[in-house]
């Protein structure tokens, strides 16, 4: 009776405990689901919208005197996909008939208001638009091309990525990876159990996982988490999470997402993510374009990338893309003929090293920085938004191909330190700070770093300007004021000697300025910033656009302040800009899917060193180009343009830089190694050839601002800084001098001597006048 | 073809004095001095005159908000008054209407393409200054206008406008005194 009792008791509290236990999982499983939940939901959340961001590129406009020839025109409008026909009635078309272009442009809701389509007739003369009229024949003043689509993104999420909306997606491709990646995907809770359960026994028997049995959603969950570990625990949470999305989410959300997010191939260090960069990497061509065969390619890479690589394993891939054609024949999504031909097609890869002038991560990846700095975050998550940038394509184009071929010209250089460089260019207006161009490595792509705005390297001999600045404002300097180009030697806090040398390791004693600029030389900079005080060389630094003050050593004298090349753009700019900062911005406008512009930030003006400084600092910057370290561009440079500039080369050859600008023009070029080992490159011998590449391949006008209306030009010897005459020799440089400034003049040749040394030819003469 | 304003030019600056020195790197122009004066162009006017007005008080240093001296040094050579471009007065008259309806994102987005056209146009600067006014924005109209002014040397009518509108966003921050001292800047500039 009492083991009786014993026994059911103990049953009792079997029971009991059982019974505890249940609730106790039920509720940890609760708790699971819930935290699932809100991961998979949250994530989907940020990537759901089915209208991400538009991005357009700055429109061309037009106007008489806009210096632009038919033959660009017709380039420009064929890139916009505007079609050549003999009668132009519909938005979109166009004819040429020599230098006389009608066309009918299409309309466009910029941000300042909507223009309407049109009828125009352009008659060119010289390389410019020389009339511009409506049918009726009146003058129309100016009206603007509607701007090229340059990417769409998610301004919130930092990817590399095309996001494509519904609209942009062939039809044909979700229904192929239905058919081959999973049937039941219409109808399916999110799991396939019957797939499941074969997988597992697939796996039980070969005793380790191989299979997947997973459905598209559970594919897109684990392509979320990136998470590639295969155990029973990690797919069982995929499981769920799948169950969890398509009870909340639309079936076409899914796919949309799936289109989106999943993994396509590797480019180097870069995931290619999503059909739309897929298509761009494979092809070189927009999602939207792809025909039968292309599609059944990339839906065979969704089940390997990497084993099915089309680059690498061409027949594998091959023979897969057949496989996938044959089951879209079965299953008749395509018809048997159409697989047949699409069979006999080749793989129509593009060639890796494509063409990137339809793909500007590095610009973008500003454009999404700049958005979430400027914008509220709300109003960035909106769908729909049109966001207006300052990028010019064919500056962009320009900017590429410098740096291309000046790469190329160095992987094939006998030097191996110089092969596999890497490079950055941007491209800015002086006037606005509009970002027009930026090219963030020789492959124009990048993984999640992006050089332009992330690599900081030291700035080398960039940094001189600034001590002359500093200089110069003190009221105490002028371009004649004599430096010494003589040893120092500074003792640094940890009890280090810090010993600059020149770079030819020669000593020229004494001489003004103009010539330490001009040609570089460390010396006397130093000597003259440790004079001014580091001080004040910091506060040129920030004054020219730097968020902070760089650190005050004295070897900062010297460039040892590691700067991006972003931000070696804007302090230029501001040089290039009379002294005048206007923050960089790569973004116009934004407007709502509604018309409506969102609040925005405006271009602005801010005089931030003084004006004569600043001018004479540039006028002592053109001299880099015609006499000093800048000299070789001129090979390439139109004659007569006028260029300002400065090279800049960091200890042991690791960085070549060049920053110049002319009238419209600011360019900064940095070539050196991610790994930032040795180039065997200077400033001169390597980015500068870039920056005169491209600079010379641009419509672009003479540095030419006006002289702030306290100085006037004086003529002084290059060499000893003594006031001369013009025409001495070849010697005698013109600086600017506040009125009345004490010149020490020369015994030689004092100023006011007449005869000229040598004559100089007519049209030299000519071109000397921008 | 091209030429042909370019020797105008060479000959408008040698005339006038030169005060549009181009940032040319070589030895000065010989020949477009001997259409002028027979000296090279812009040294010989400073050359030959001894300073009429005493020059800026030595270690006075050249600050942001450092006052532009009231007497200037000397007469820099007078050039045309700035004029706009067809495209940019049809685009100031956009921004105009579009001011009118209240619509200032829009007028401002109106005037940036006019200024994407002609950046060294000192009016459209102006025109900007105005509508940064409009906006209550009244550091940017004075800088905007300090703009100007640095584009428009030896162009007094422009000058005259540009201190008119600094001398107004000076007089909106309540810098009642260098608004005053703006504002006869512009007014005596408007007489010459």
Not at chain 1, 503 to 527: C, E, H, I, W, Y
């Amino acid at each position: 009776m009492a083991k009786r009792r014993r026994s059911s008791r103990s049953r009792r509290r079997l029971q009991r405990g059982f019974v505890v236990l249940t609730l106790l999982l039920l509720v940890v499983a609760v708790v699971v689901v819930a935290v699932l939940s809100h991961r998979v939901t949250r994530q989907f959340e940020g990537r759901r919208w089915t209208l991400p961001a538009r991005v357009y590129a700055q429109p061309i406009e037009l106007y008489a005197g806009q210096s632009l020839s038919a033959e660009r025109f017709a380039e420009e409008l064929d890139r916009l996909g505007y079609q050549s026909v003999s009668k132009p009635d519909r938005p979109g078309t166009y004819r040429r008939r020599g230098s006389v272009i009608d066309v009918h442009v299409r309309a466009f809701r910029f941000a300042d208001e909507p223009q309407e389509a049109r009828s125009l007739r352009i008659a060119f003369a010289g390389g410019a638009i020389a009339s511009l009229q409506d049918p009726q024949g009146a003058d129309v003043p100016i009206t603007r091309l509607d701007p090229m689509l340059i990417g769409s993104i998610f301004p919130t999420h930092g990817e590399d990525r095309i996001v494509v909306s519904p609209d942009q997606v062939p039809a044909l491709l979700p229904n192929a990876l239905k058919a081959v990646e999973d049937r039941k995907f219409d109808t399916h809770h999110g799991v396939s159990p019957l797939a499941i359960l074969r997988a597992l026994f697939v796996n039980v028997r070969a005793g380790q996982i191989e299979q997947g049995g997973s459905t598209l959603t559970q594919q897109l969950v684990k392509s979320y988490f990136l998470d590639s570990r295969r155990t029973l625990g990690r797919k069982a949470e995929e499981a769920v999470m799948a169950v969890i999305l398509e009870s909340r989410f639309e079936k076409a959300d899914i796919m949309n997402a799936y289109i989106n997010e999943i993994y396509l191939g590797q480019d180097g260090r870069r995931a290619i993510h999503g059909f739309g960069l897929a298509s761009q990497f494979y092809f070189g061509k927009p999602l939207a374009e792809l025909d039968l065969p292309e599609i059944a390619l990339l839906v065979a890479v969704v089940r390997g990338p990497s084993y099915y690589d089309p680059r690498r394993h061409p027949e594998r891939a091959l023979e897969r893309r057949n496989l996938v054609l044959r089951v879209l024949a079965e299953r008749g999504v395509i018809t048997e003929q159409e697989a047949k031909r699409a069979e006999r097609s080749p793989l129509g890869v593009a060639e890796a090293g494509r063409k990137g002038a339809v793909f500007y991560p590095a610009f973008l990846d500003l454009v999404r920085r700049q958005l979430r700095r400027d914008y509220r975050e709300d109003d960035l998550t909106e769908a729909g938004l049109t966001v207006f940038s300052t990028l010019d394509p064919l500056l962009q184009e320009k900017a590429e191909a410098a740096l291309a071929s000046e790469l190329a010209r160095q992987d094939a250089s006998p030097r191996k330190v110089s092969h596999g460089l890497e490079g950055v260019v941007i491209v800015t207006s002086p006037a606005t700070g509009e970002v027009v161009a930026m090219v963030g490595g020789r492959r124009a792509s990048f993984d999640g770093f992006n050089r332009a705005l992330d690599a900081k390297r030291p700035i080398g001999s960039l940094a001189k300007p600034l001590v002359y600045l500093a200089a110069l404002e003190t009221g105490r300097y002028t371009p004649a004021s004599i430096v010494r180009d003589e040893p120092v030697q500074i003792k640094l806090p940890n009890g280090d000697v810090w010993k600059p040398a020149n770079f030819d390791k020669l000593v020229r004693g004494n001489m003004p300025a103009v010539r330490a600029l001009t040609q570089s030389l460390n010396l006397p900079t130093v000597n003259l910033g440790l004079e001014v005080g580091l001080g004040r060389v910091a506060r040129a630094f920030v004054q020219l656009g730097l968020d902070e003050k760089p650190a005050e050593y004295p070897s900062m004298l010297l460039g040892a302040t590691n700067l991006s090349p972003f931000e070696v753009a804007q302090m230029y700019n501001t040089l290039a800009n009379g002294g005048f900062r206007s923050p960089l911005r790569a973004v116009r406008a934004v407007l709502a899917e509604s018309g409506k512009a969102l609040k925005a930030p405006q271009l602005e003006v801010t005089q931030a060193a003084p004006a004569e400084a600043v001018y004479a600092v540039d006028r002592m910057l053109v001299e880099v180009m015609s006499r000093g370290t800048g000299r070789p561009a001129r090979k390439s440079l139109p004659e007569g343009l006028v260029v300002a500039g400065k090279t800049g080369t960091s200890n042991d050859y690791r960085d070549s830089w060049f920053a110049g600008f002319s009238g419209s023009h600011s360019i900064v070029v940095w070539m050196g190694h991610d790994d930032n080992s040795q180039t065997g490159l200077t400033g001169t011998t390597g980015a500068l050839a870039a920056w005169s590449k491209l600079m010379s391949s641009i419509p672009t006008s003479s540095f030419d601002p006006l002289m702030p209306e306290t100085l006037e030009i004086r003529w002084i010897d290059y060499y000893s800084g003594l006031e001369t005459s013009p025409w001495c020799d070849g010697s005698a440089v013109g600086m600017p001098f506040r009125y009345g400034t004490p010149l020490m003049a020369s015994d030689a040749c004092p100023p006011g001597s007449e005869t000229p040394a040598e004559p100089l030819l007519p049209e030299e003469t000519a071109e000397a006048v921008p | 073809m091209r030429l042909l304003p370019s020797l105008a030019l060479v000959a408008l600056f040698a005339i006038s004095g030169c005060a549009v020195e181009p940032f040319k790197s070589e030895a000065p122009a010989r020949s477009g001095a001997s259409k002028g004066t027979g000296s090279p162009a812009g040294s010989a006017p400073v050359l030959s005159a001894p300073p009429e007005v005493a020059p800026p008080q030595p270690g006075a240093e050249p600050g942001i908000e450092a006052p532009v001296p009231a007497t200037v040094p000397r007469q820099r050579p007078k050039v045309p008054p700035a004029t706009m471009s067809p495209a940019s007065k049809a685009l100031v008259a956009q921004a105009e209407a579009q001011r009118k309806k209240g619509d200032l994102p829009g007028a401002t987005q109106s005037l940036e393409r006019a200024l994407r056209i002609e950046p060294n146009n000192p009016l459209l600067w102006i025109e900007m200054g105005r509508l940064r006014m409009d906006q209550r924005n009244f550091t940017q109209a004075e800088n905007l206008g300090r703009k100007a002014l640095a584009m428009s040397v030896g162009d007094d009518p422009t000058q005259s406008q540009a201190w008119q509108l600094i001398s107004d966003s000076l007089r909106a921050r309540g810098k009642n005194v260098q608004a005053q001292e703006a504002a006869e800047r512009a007014r005596a500039l408007a007489e010459q």
